[in-house]
């Protein structure tokens, strides 16, 4: 059974900064893909970013520059970084991962439970 735990959401202050972790556990034969997508209520999850397990990486418009994800390979963790945070970056942040799976070997989609994050002074 595969599990994404997320961790390091909180409040900071514009200009701050904060981590968020998801570390991937379970019977994972390789990450595909993992990253960042958030929720604001009353709209939909949106991407943040994403990282290939070859280290590629996708970005919001939104968010290019400020927030920085990351990959490691060997703890099946993935990172953001957010640096110098806005009141608008305010959300759950969810954790998402293509892992490959199983015998015979499928890719799947997990999703962690969420975590907030307030950008507030």
């Known amino acids: 059974q595969v599990q994404l735990v997320e961790s390091g959401g909180g409040l900071v202050q514009p200009g701050g900064s904060l981590r968020l972790s998801c570390a991937a556990s379970?019977?994972?034969?390789?990450?595909?893909?993992m990253g960042w997508y958030r929720q604001t209520p009353g709209k939909q999850r949106e991407l943040v970013a994403t990282?290939?397990?070859?280290?590629?990486?996708h970005y919001a418009d939104s968010v290019n520059g400020r927030l920085t994800v990351s990959l490691d390979n060997a703890k099946n963790t993935v990172y953001l970084q957010m640096n110098s945070p806005k009141p608008e970056d305010t959300a759950v942040y969810y954790c998402?991962?293509?892992?490959?799976?199983?015998?015979?070997?499928?890719?799947?989609?997990?999703w962690g439970q969420g975590t907030q994050v307030t950008v507030s002074s």
């Open positions: 990282i290939t397990s070859g280290g590629a990486t």
């Open positions: 379970g019977s994972i034969f390789s990450v595909n893909v």
């Open positions: 998402n991962a293509h892992l490959a799976v199983g015998s015979p070997r499928y890719v799947y989609s997990y």
